[in-house]
């Protein structure tokens, strides 16, 4: 972090009015039940800062501790580590031994990396915050501590709730907090939340006439000409915007505004004459200002001197330079980090309205962000060659050298971006990562300002997809909603509105909006097929074409859009079958391999392939599955696609166990294990390793399994990948439930299956969260294993309707279903044949749900329908002739009223007469 070597000092403005905002803060301070927390807000310009200083000189005068005024806009505060370290160091209790003791466990456990595990990270964390807590806290209540924080608009959704909800709640009733910014965070505390007193807002609006008319006396500028203008003058202040009058005293003193101007003076030329105009005057002040308006995070005195070589400027003259410079009430000083920049709202005014000068934005900003981002990237491994350890200077060097390089590089800068969104995942930086898609956004505002809409469009749907690819499916969101702003004022080019469209839906069906994201997907098929069209002729040298390609800035070409259709195919195959629709589903695969096959992509034919074998495993045809699965692998090992390849060994291992071939499963499931190790693939080693698990777990191996299990969930947490944990869960809640049923004693049993069961419910919630209802639903069938184990009927009950809700919403899951129906049929079938007399009406109910079993499977699968026919074979003869007619009886009424599965599926009603005959 940058350091400043001198002090500087804005030029000193009288404080006028705000006495009730004042009056507010002592009560504040004074009053026992006044509210501890203060939002100061307001647009830029409106004297935040100043307010926050004055609050400050009143905590001064009275001699009570604060923290000064810690501001958000200092990089190093975009993580929970950054703001805990920031107060430790100032309140002074960096070395206190409890604290020391257990941050320097978090930055041990941090530099671990992928290594790093998750639960000791939130631990030593939490200690570190614990121990800040107690360090800085009264140990007895007097005189309260103060907490000043400023630009809380820069704090990031997750931090924001952790600091105003979760940290500062904690010092209550020793500490008060103020804090300023333009808008209150998106925190959602109640009064419970801020220990019964909600906090007081002090929202700052313009300066009145009477308190500028004060202003200006303070400031010896009330001359009888300028009394006649107040009115006006407070017009053209934006109703007595205090930068704006505090900056029209200043042009007024230096005689660059005269008063009489004032009565015809227009507000674009008003505000011309409060700053210093670079084509009046070619100074060094004025080149750095233009340069601060491109260069949002600031200088030092350091990077100033690394960027320039002003002749009028010598080695020790650049703080010097600085100080003088922020005289100016539009250049702000950040003592925090030693940088000085300009306030935001002459940032904008200076670019887009006030100057016109030939300097093209994006070359200035190029040149200097490439030897800043050269500078930040020298002192990152100067540290990194001390230290090995990560520390909160880290991230914010880091975040200053990724935003200067998202300007100079930014083909380098985005794949840095993504490890770093990595790195920050595997240390529980989420806000981080919130703050660096902030930073892209910024970038990419910038970049659309001079039209470079297809880099914006790009960067943007990379953000979306590694947000995805993380599954923080709202963030992805985030990123595409933007990118549709850029498409609004772009004027519309239709590859990257396709584009877009295609991520957004995407991100749609998996968040479980899954009728919109379908049907965006569809229109964005049909887009690529008429733009398909356009292309083919431009090619063929259709004039007409060829112009309309024009409009699309080139990006549309025959080799370009191709693979965008087959994406969307399976995007909307994965969709349907991820919703248990598998003949629709199979519909858009067969399209997609098709459309491959015919235009000779055969890295495309290879995966739509692979997802019909997939898809028809889940209908239980698996001989025509085995050879989708067989010719999806056969393609890529042709083409030498190793890590695909590895996707068909796992997909072919997972049908080989369908069929209970599980020798040969493990033999598969192996070779992708391995294929996958050489490559350093953990997650998907993960995924096989749960598969492997799987096998252990059906030949009765659970110690084997466990260790499966137990691997996977390290990955599979240690990566923050919730959704893939619900399938996990159910594997090891039945797992348990196995164990359970071959236990010695009651005790111990009922042990496996309250641990079983606590596992299925986490597995059950989370599916629910991450839009995994299949394992949802696997999960409660097992948790009705366990209520029937138990013999608890009304939880039984419970999780069934649960179980129904998922039909009712359009889910078709057969298996689990099927499984369900097999569970009830037991529990009325136990209950009937209870007492000295059968309950004849329980044992019908008993045989519907083991004939609705059949139903589900004949749906299904034909496979397990068929195998599952010696259930009859084996449940019929054991039952008394009275029982058994009666149970044929009904099996064959229930099978015939099902006519399209008796037509498909005679022979259930052959072995049932043939059970009957006995």
Known sequence: MATKSVNPQPVSLPFVGRQEELKKF?????????????WVIGPAGQGKSKFLEACLEECENRKLHHSGIVDFFNDGLRTRWGV??????????ENSTDYKSAFDQYQTEVTKGDLADQDVLQFTLNQSEEALINAIRPKRKGKPYVIFVDTVEEVVENLGIWFFEKFVTKLYPYFRVVAGGRRVPLVGGDASTWKGQQPSLCELKGLSVESMRQYLQEGGLLIDEMKTHLQRLHQLTKEGQPLLVALACLALKEDRLKSNDLSTISESEFLKKLIIDPHSEKTVENFVILELAHVYHGYSAKTLKLIHSFDQLNTKSYDVFLEKLIRFPYIKYHSDTGTTRLHDYFREKLSEDLWTVNDPTLETRTNISQQLAEYFEEQINKIREKNSRESPELDTLRHQWLYHLLFADRERAYGELWDLLDVSWHAFKYDYMDSLLDMAQYVNKALEAVGKYDKVLKALENSARVWMGLEIFWDAKRAIDLANEVLNDSGGVRRFELTAKV?????????????????????????????????????????????????ENGVATVHGILPERYLILNTIGFLLRNRGHYDEALKEFEQSFVLSHNEGDQTWQASAATQIGTTLRYKGDFSTAYDRIHQGLSIRKRIGQRGREAFSINALGMLQRDEGRLDKARISFNEAYNIWKGLRAD??????????????????????????????EEVFVGKGLKRELPNLLQKQGALLIGKASVALNDVERLGYLGKAEA?????????????????????????????????????????????????????????????????????????????????????????????????YLARYSSIRYRQRREFLREWLPSLPDELRHRACKRLIECWESHSELASIHPGFIATVKAMDDL
């Not at 805990?84 to 209790?93: C, D, G, M």
């Not at 419970?798 to 099927?818: C, H, S, T, V």
Request: glycine letters at 6%; aromatic letters at 10%.
């Open 26 to 38: 002592r009560e504040m301070l004074d009053e026992p039940d006044a509210p501890w927390l203060m």
């Open 84 to 93: 805990i370290t920031e107060l430790a160091r100032r309140f002074q209790v």
């Open 503 to 551: 991520a957004y839906a995407t991100a749609l069906g998996r968040l479980g909006e899954f009728e919109e994201g379908v049907k965006m997907l569809h229109e964005a098929y049909k887009g690529y097929n008429d733009l398909l069209l356009i292309a083919q002729k431009a090619e063929k040298g259709d004039e007409t074409a060829q112009k309309d390609l024009l409009s």
């Open 683 to 712: 997650v998907d080693m993960a995924s096989v390793a749960r598969n492997i698990g799987w096998l252990d777990y059906l030949e009765g191996k659970y110690e084997f399994a466990e260790e499966r299990y137990k691997e996977a």
């Open 759 to 855: 596992l299925l419910l986490k597995g059950v919630k989370l599916g629910d969260e991450n839009n995994q209802p299949l394992y949802s639903a696997l999960c409660l069938v097992e948790l009705c294993r366990i209520a029937e184990m138990r013999g608890e009927h009304e939880k039984t009950s419970q999780w069934e309707k649960r179980l129904r809700q998922y039909e009712n919403e359009g889910y078709r899951f057969e298996p689990a279903y099927a499984d369900l129906e097999e569970i009830l049929g037991r529990i009325a079938e136990r209950q009937a044949k209870s007492g000295t007399k059968v309950k004849y009406e329980l044992f019908d109910e008993a045989t519907d749900h083991y004939c609705q079993m059949f139903v």
